[in-house]
């Protein structure tokens, strides 16, 4: 489950790269994945819409057995 997560962002990664940002996968337990935002992201106040809308949105869609995504820091 941990690398399918990987692989699907790794897809993401260039967008948020894109504007100075980056995410790193820090778990994957019960369907709850954990994510460390960097760079740019980090103290953006759009930083969790980015994590709700974009990143979780995006990971559930290629693997419904995601329940969330929150942020590992």
Known sequence: MKQRVQTVI?????M????????E???VKDGVVKVRLQGACVGCPMSQM???NG???FLKKEIPEIKS???AD
């Open 50 to 52: 980015t994590l709700k």
């Open 25 to 27: 996968l820090v778990d």
């Open 55 to 57: 990143i979780e949105k």
């Open 10 to 14: 790794n897809k993401i990664r260039p």
């Open 16 to 23: 948020l790269q894109a504007d100075g940002g980056d995410v």
């Open 69 to 71: 995504v929150e942020s």
